[in-house]
Structure formats: C-alpha cells, structure tokens
C-alpha cells in the first residue's frame, strides 16, 4: 500500500527538543518530495515542513522556521523532524507524508500519502 509506519510523538516541556521518525514500508523514500503536517483541534492542517527528492531542498513557514528541520536518511528509508525550541502552539497531531511537488511550505494539495498520526504535547 505504501503506507508509512514507525512515527512517534512525544511530550516535552516548552523549549525542549523533539525528533519524530517516519519508516517507509512498501516504497523507497529516495524517490519522493517527503512532507510533514500537523493539525491542532479546531484549526486547519497546516504544512510546516518538506524537503525535495532531487537536491534536498527544504521549506518551512514562518511558523517553525529556524526551529525545525527536516531531513531524510535514504539508508534507512527514514524520514525526521528535528524540533527544537517547541512552544505549546506547537501541541498537535504530527503527519509524515509523501508529496506531489516540494516548491515551498506544503499546502494540502500537495499531498499524496500519509502515514498515521503521532501525537505532539508541549507543557506550559
């Protein structure tokens, strides 16, 4: 199906760290713009990262910029959020996700498959 699995959330305090992992099963990573989204109760999904297939470009909005990374281990066919500096509006549910196009901060549109939700707790 090429779903992907192994996606881990996390609670932090505010200003703490936290990498989510996203392991590929029934496709390789290496071939994809890879994305991750989150979504809080009441708001819109929003995109906060992607990195692109070819030169490994990466974009985020204002949001998260400077405080998070998005990178991809091809070996391991694993993709990861790098989140430091978290704030409570970070709190939310976590999506990794495959992308049709990687050209700025991930719309909805852009999406193509998505793994399943890991859940994002940052205290006050």
């Known amino acids: 199906s090429g779903a992907a699995r192994g996606v881990w959330g996390g609670l932090v305090q505010t200003g703490g760290s936290l990498r989510l992992s996203c392991v590929a099963s029934?496709?390789?990573?290496?071939?994809?713009?890879l994305g991750w989204y989150r979504q809080a109760p009441g708001k819109e999904r929003e995109g906060v990262a992607c990195?692109?297939?070819?030169?490994?470009?990466?974009y985020y909005p204002d949001s998260v910029k400077s405080r998070f990374t998005v990178s991809r281990d091809n070996a391991k066919n694993t993709m990861y959020l790098q989140m430091n500096s978290l704030k409570p509006e970070d709190t939310g549910i976590y999506y990794c996700?495959?992308?049709?196009?990687?050209?700025?901060?991930?719309?909805?549109?852009?999406?193509?498959?998505w793994g399943k939700g890991a859940t994002v707790i940052v205290s006050s």
């Open positions: 990195i692109s297939v070819s030169d490994n470009k990466t």
């Open positions: 029934g496709f390789t990573l290496d071939r994809y713009h």
């Open positions: 996700a495959t992308l049709r196009r990687c050209a700025g901060p991930p719309a909805d549109y852009d999406m193509d498959h």
